[in-house]
């Protein structure tokens, strides 16, 4: 029986459609990952999944009880962490875990085991003011406040924002290693990088979920011929680049253009072509080479469909 | 540790690290009560008083009546003895009281007397309102000259001025209970729905409402650390008032103590009231400011009597609690009245404090 079933979930605020029809389901376990753009709907869904929000249609089950009618019996087995820091800012490391172990009536003692991989690397702060910490470290309170009661379920709001890149990778080996415990993990974040470090994911733009496969899963799905190309003048480069015979797509991915092809176009002398014709149009420094597809040339891809 | 204990330990930590808050709660207080020394005079109109007229003659009524048709005064009370008269005054019921002697004339073979008696426990209206005796009495006495042709010199009727309570008219009499009921409303009400505000601005509203927390636990944890604070705050300014501005406290320790926490009790359910209504902690501040700060200075009778003021405003007024705690201190402090004079007002209170409560309670939202 999966921990999180989520079926034709919408809500709307006035006008705004924030989530349109949303079904899905994780295991136990499982981390599983929103991956959208701010303004996806991904905090809207969280809140209906921590029974902070009703959904005006469709039904979310968490460990088998219903959300909407047993939402004081999940609310036991939930740890949320929303999007905000949400800790207090004026208590202690210290003081923030003892508030949250005594308010869910658990003991530090006795989950000790489930924390102790993180807290040992605040520990040396413990009496520091949260207020006071790194972005890194506060996110590895913020987790440890919402572990200390032992939930069966992880809910876990962009837990990367504000974080610099090596607390992040930190981060996701936490919640990789939180796996054995048997603790079910949702995830968001606008970073497509993070979404390779979960087990599934959702694609989610606008309210509605356009993907939900492993990452892999995902990124094999992409059909089309991929090449980054860089050139001395990126800006040009990209507009002629989709004004060229058989290109379906060219858009900025970091230092390179992603170059998109029709399926049909056989890949072998394509860098060859790409190159003469940048070189026709004045470009110098030119690099080409052929890349895999990644899960933000999905999102374009999908989103783009 | 209970969940409640770890909530309200949380509470205390957050005031006491806050040194904005510690300023208001300890400092605004003490600094409130040494500046309010202004004397504010103020017309008052139909005020209740009492006359002692043991004599009823023609002159002694003739004067009686000139007295409450100036529309200052307002006859309560035809008095009988003195002991009614120390009566209507522990009950707050009149303002001013006139005591004719027994022989009273208007005759230039002998002067006579009157005394004036004023609730000095107000000395702002005590001596207005025996001016406005004194200039009315003056007054009967000229056209009494005109009218038989004498001289005016040789009418003469004495006023003799005692002042009931507080016989220097200290204002202190009057301003440190109207601080009191003032601070006590501001740092329970502003306090408690700034801190509930300032967790859903912050979003470990959020958290707290995902915790196994009760409702009535978040409510009860966050005013039980103002309850506390405010009652030391209570004790500072009636200390200030009684050791700096030479105060009584002629009542009852214990009801003064009771009767405070009933009305910080009131406060504080009116505070959470706020917040359920305020999201952030600007609203908050903002309401509390607007709806009890100013009412509570201008129409609850501290700073301006409410005998003057037009009916709509005096409607307002009986509908803040420090109207109805206004003069429950001034009585246990100054006059040493117990409850058999203060129940009703304490049974408002009490009232209010149900209400609020209810209220608050039924619209906290255990959802966002």
């Not at chain 1, 005594?102 to 003011?129: C, H, M």
């Not at chain 2, 004498?150 to 601080?179: C, D, H, W």
């Not at chain 2, 966050?222 to 604070?229: D, E, R, V």
């Not at chain 2, 320790?253 to 359910?269: D, R």
Request: glycine share 6%; with cysteine.
């Amino acid at each position: 029986m999966p921990v999180i079933e989520v079926q034709q979930l919408s809500k709307s605020y006035g006008p705004l459609q924030a989530l349109e029809n949303l079904s899905f389901q994780v295991e136990k376990g499982e981390i599983f990952g929103l991956i959208g753009p701010d303004g996806a709907g991904k905090t809207t869904l969280f809140r209906i999944l921590a029974t902070l929000l009703l959904p005006d249609q469709g039904s979310i089950q968490l460990c088998g009880l219903d959300g909407i009618k047993e939402y004081k019996k999940i609310r036991q087995m939930l740890g949320y962490m929303p999007g905000r820091f949400s800790l207090y800012q004026d208590l202690t490391v210290e003081e923030n875990l003892e508030f949250f172990a005594s308010v869910f009536g658990a003991s530090i003692q006795k989950n000790y085991d489930l924390i102790a991989p993180i807290y040992t690397q605040i520990e040396p702060f413990k009496d520091r003011r949260a207020g006071a910490l790194s972005g890194g470290m506060k996110q590895k309170l913020a987790l440890c406040c919402a572990l200390i009661h032992r939930p069966k379920v992880l809910l876990l709001d962009e837990p990367g924002t504000g974080v610099d890149p090596v607390s992040r990778q930190e981060f996701w080996e936490m919640l990789a290693d939180l796996r054995r415990y048997g603790i079910t993990m949702l995830v968001s974040t606008p970073n497509m990088d993070e979404a390779e470090l979960c087990d599934r994911i959702a694609l989610i733009q606008h309210g509605n979920i356009m993907a939900i496969d492993t990452p892999s899963g995902i990124t094999n799905s992409f059909q089309h011929p991929l090449f980054a190309v860089r050139s001395d003048n990126m800006y040009t480069l990209i507009k002629e680049l989709r004004e060229m015979e058989g290109v379906k797509d060219c858009y900025a991915f970091g230092e390179y253009a992603h170059v998109k092809l029709e399926p049909s176009i056989a890949p072998t002398d394509t860098t060859a072509k790409i190159f003469q014709f940048l070189e026709n149009n004045g470009h110098t420094q030119i690099d080409i080479k052929p890349t895999a597809p990644t899960i933000e040339d999905c999102f374009i891809e999908l989103m783009k469909s | 540790m209970t969940r409640f204990s770890a909530f309200v330990q949380k509470e205390f930590r957050h005031i006491l690290r806050d040194r904005r808050t510690l300023m208001i709660l300890f400092g605004m207080p003490v600094i409130q009560v040494l500046l309010f020394g202004y004397v504010l005079t103020n017309e008052i109109k139909n005020a209740s008083i009492a006359v002692l007229d043991p004599a009823k003659t023609e002159e002694s009524i003739a004067l009686t009546n000139k007295l409450v048709s100036s529309g200052y005064f307002q006859l309560e009370q035809n008095l009988v003895s003195q002991e009614e008269l120390d009566r209507s005054f522990r009950s707050g019921k009149i303002k001013m009281a006139i005591v004719f002697p027994s022989d009273f004339i208007v005759d230039p073979s002998k002067p006579s007397s009157i005394q004036l008696i004023g609730d000095a426990s107000d000395p702002n209206t005590a001596t207005s309102l025996i001016q406005y005796a004194n200039a009315i009495i003056a007054d009967f006495v000229q056209e009494k000259a005109q009218d038989t042709g004498m001289a005016s010199n040789q009418l003469t009727i004495r006023t003799e001025t005692r002042m009931r309570y507080n016989p220097e008219q200290k204002a202190v009499f009057n301003f440190v209970p109207g601080v009191m009921t003032l601070i006590l409303m501001l740092v329970s009400a502003m306090m408690t729905s700034i801190t509930i505000a300032r967790e859903k601005e912050l979003g470990t509203m959020e958290v707290l409402l995902v915790s196994p927390l009760k409702p009535v636990q978040i409510i009860l944890g966050k005013t039980a650390p103002y309850l506390a604070l405010t009652l030391l705050n209570a004790l500072v300014v009636v200390l200030v008032g009684i050791y700096i501005f030479g105060m009584p406290l002629k009542g009852s320790i214990l009801l003064l103590t009771a009767e405070c926490v009933l009305y910080m009790f009131v406060a504080l359910s009116l505070g959470i009231f706020i917040s359920t209504k305020a999201k952030d902690q600007m609203t908050a501040m903002f309401i509390s400011a607007l709806g009890l700060m100013m009412p509570t200075m201008l129409l609850s009778g501290f700073i301006f009597p409410r005998e003057s003021m037009p009916v709509p405003l005096q409607v307002i007024g009986s509908a803040i609690p420090a109207t109805w705690f206004n003069p429950i201190i001034k009585g246990i402090m100054i006059k040493g009245t117990g409850l058999d004079v203060l129940w009703k007002q304490t049974a408002v209170l009490g009232g209010m404090a149900i209400f609020f409560l209810a209220v608050s309670l039924r619209n906290f939202k255990d959802r966002l």
